[in-house]
């Protein structure tokens, strides 16, 4: 079984910063595009961004500029820095993990809340 260790979330005003982490086992970490996904209360699980085994990223439309996503061999972790937050990126952020062919896995997710 897949597992996730998720954290960062948290409260902060708009224009501030958080960032998050997702760590996971090396077996999963080496192969697999990872990721971070978004969801708010009654709006659809939208990309938020996604970075492969060899490092080319991925950025949904409404955060690039402001979000960045890296990856740590060391700690198999994958991290979103998070940077003028906008109340409107508050939602639950879900990790994730993708390989073709394979089953799609998903983290508990953790709330990220951006106040006005």
């Known amino acids: 079984q897949v597992q996730f260790v998720e954290s960062g979330g948290g409260s902060v005003q708009s224009g501030g910063s958080l960032r998050l982490s997702c760590a996971t086992s090396?077996?999963?970490?080496?192969?697999?595009?990872m990721g971070w996904y978004r969801q708010a209360p009654g709006e659809q699980r939208e990309l938020v961004a996604t970075i492969t085994s060899r490092g080319t990223t991925n950025y949904g439309d409404s955060v690039k500029g402001r979000f960045t996503i890296s990856r740590d061999k060391a700690e198999n972790t994958v991290w979103l820095r998070m940077d003028n937050l906008k109340p409107e990126d508050t939602a639950v952020y879900l990790c994730?993990?993708?390989?073709?062919?394979?089953?799609?896995?998903w983290g508990r997710g953790t709330q990220v809340t951006v106040s006005s």
């Open positions: 090396e077996t999963i970490f080496d192969i697999y595009t």
């Open positions: 994730n993990a993708r390989y073709p062919g394979r089953p799609i896995y």
